[in-house]
């Protein structure tokens, strides 16, 4: 099918071309459903928030559910990957370091992770002071790391190959023959049929008008939530936010000692700042050969539209970045002044700082539903991680009006308090 002669009529509708409506698209065609994708810049655009190269992989997490969501996503990330046969998961180990008794941050903090692993009989290696977090990993400067720094070390942690991931969901939708893509076209209007009967979408692109029918709609708008959710009649709280994140890559030195995937909790109150994190070296682009993407998880840059984002990596916070680095990481792995690639990427943030998965109520906080519809929004920085398992669960809400997941679902529940509000 060409894109600019699309068919009419469709089982499923996608809403987006992220790696969450790729991760459905291919759990729908997999279902023998003909599936169309949407997405107002194309699949594989440098504008969303599945951009860039890498993504964490990690089962620490400071809830169960969470954890037991990923257990679930890992094991199907391992059993794509074999399918496949393409590398999408580089494991190794995964670092959490920080003060002992950091306040709760979006990512949590160590006591709750130490606390989940430990209540679920996960193993992991507990490193109880900075001098055994420098010993087992000398990357990280002694000096640097206040009295009360402790570690958590998880072996089963991996960096995602984000551009690899986004290829097979694709590749293996469009071998069912189902799979069809309406590529830089805008949803500007999603009306619910009568009688439940499923939902139109019209979409413009350069002037031109296409309106596409299906019986069941998948919405993982990103940052645009907005422009999907105010055909059910909702917005985004004004607590949801807009976090323009800014991070770069830097080259490694000759030699340099072991650098594992770590996530800092340098914070001393629930802002977030004083979090960092970084990646190993990873094979994902040639042009970033022997070369260390870090970055702070705070930021200066919020918004409330998409329409305000300003473009651009945030001066203040490089210029912190680089300090605590130059701090933090070892001289011999990188001088943290000499950084390359600096780049954004945007973080949909919910006001309680989890996301948002499932059937789309009919009224912010009800516990009705619009038929035949699921979606995932608000996914606070966090979601690459669950993609294959929230494409099962995506598909499932939508067409079969539940999920088998539901029981660890709730922190993640569209009804939550706060979320939405009417959109008129
Ligand atoms: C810097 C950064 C680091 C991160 N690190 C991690 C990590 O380590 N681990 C992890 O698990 N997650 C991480 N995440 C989060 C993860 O990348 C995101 O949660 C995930 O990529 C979101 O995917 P998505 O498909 O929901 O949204 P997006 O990738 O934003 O895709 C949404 C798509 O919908 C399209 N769209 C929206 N509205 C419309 C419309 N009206 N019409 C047509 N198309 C529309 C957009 O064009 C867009 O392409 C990180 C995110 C960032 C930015």
Known sequence: MSPNTPETHYDVLIIGGGILGLASAYYATARGLKTLVVDQYGIGNDTNSSKGLERMFRLMQDNESEARLAEASLAIWTELQRASGKNLLASDDLIFFGHRDAPM???????HIK??????????????????????????????????????V????????VQEAARTFLFAARQTDLLHVLDKHAVIQVAPLKDQAGY???????????????????TCPGVWADSVLKGFGLKQAPGWKIWKMSYAYWPLKENPPKIPIWFEFGNIDASDQGTFYGFPPLDFSPDRHNM????????????????AIQPGVNPRLMEELVTHLDQLIAPNAVDATQYQHAGTCLYSMS????LVIGRIPTAPGQQSFHAGASMCVMESGRAFKYAPLFGRILVELAVDGHTRYQH???????????????ST
Do not use: C, W
Request: charged fraction near 20%; charge should be negative; avoid cysteine.
């Open 105 to 111: 941050t979006t990512e949590g903090n160590v006591q």
């Open 115 to 152: 606390h989940t692993m430990d209540s679920m009989g996960m193993p992991y290696e507990y490193l109880d002071s900075p001098a055994a977090i420098h010993k087992r990993f000398p990357m990280f400067n002694l000096a640097a790391m206040p009295d009360d720094y402790v570690g958590l």
């Open 154 to 161: 998880q072996a089963a942690s991996a960096s995602i190959n």
């Open 200 to 218: 139109t979408l019209l979409t413009e692109a350069d002037g031109r008008s296409v309106t596409v029918h299906g019986k069941h709609l998948i």
């Open 292 to 307: 260390v993407k870090m970055s702070a998880d705070y930021t200066y840059d919020t918004y409330d539209a998409p329409s």
């Open 351 to 354: 006001p309680d700082g989890k």
């Open 408 to 422: 660890d679902l709730d922190i993640f529940s569209s009804t939550r308090d706060g979320l939405f509000e009417p």
